[in-house]
Every structure is written in C-alpha cells, then in structure tokens.
C-alpha cells in the first residue's frame, strides 16, 4: 500500500491548529471586551450588541462568538441583565441586553 498524502489544496495540521488558536484568541477578546462593556452599562440601560441571524454569523466569526457568549452569560448565569431579541425580517435579527437596575 502506498502513503496517502495530502492533496496540495489542503491546509497543513500546523496550518489548521494555528488558525484554530487564532481564532480562539480573537473569540476570547471580544468576550473580555464585551464583559467591560457590560459593566460599563448603567443600570437600566440597553444596548443592541448585535443584528443579523446570531447563530449563522456566530459560526463565521469569532469575534461575533464571544461578543453573544459574553452578552447570554452575563443574561443568564450571571444575571446582570436581559436578553431580547427583535425580529426585523425573515432571518434577521436585533439582539438587545437591557441592565438590570441593581
């Protein structure tokens, strides 16, 4: 039997992981920084931390991955807040976290 090889298309493993870390990396900062921005709310106050479909999008971007997880932790776990979620046409979406007042 002969090796099988990768085709000269395919990303190397070295390639693969590296893109992975990248994008670990990317996905954990913008969580830290929604996590600031969270803080920074008053209370009482609502902000629109994303519009489009928060799943699709989630999926292509890391940054758009942390900045959700960091707005439904922070409105569920650790109850800092609510989450809405308006609906403006088939598939698109405003995302809405409203500070809670204490």
């Known amino acids: 039997m002969s090796k099988i ?3 000269s298309c395919e990303p190397s493993p070295h390639a693969l992981a590296s893109a992975t870390l990248r994008q ?3 996905r954990d ?9 969270i803080d920074k709310l008053a209370p009482g106050e609502t902000i629109q931390y994303h519009e489009g479909n928060l799943a ?4 292509k971007d890391p940054v758009i991955a942390g900045r959700g997880a960091a707005y439904r932790h922070a409105g569920t ?11 403006i ?3 698109w979406y405003q995302y809405i976290f409203h500070r809670s007042e204490s």
């Open 56 to 59: 699709t999008d989630s999926a």
């Open 5 to 7: 090889e990768p085709l």
């Open 29 to 37: 900062a913008a969580y830290r920084a929604a996590c600031q921005e």
């Open 89 to 91: 046409r088939c598939e």
């Open 24 to 26: 670990t990396e990317r």
């Open 77 to 87: 776990r650790m109850a800092k807040g609510a989450l809405f979620q308006r609906r």
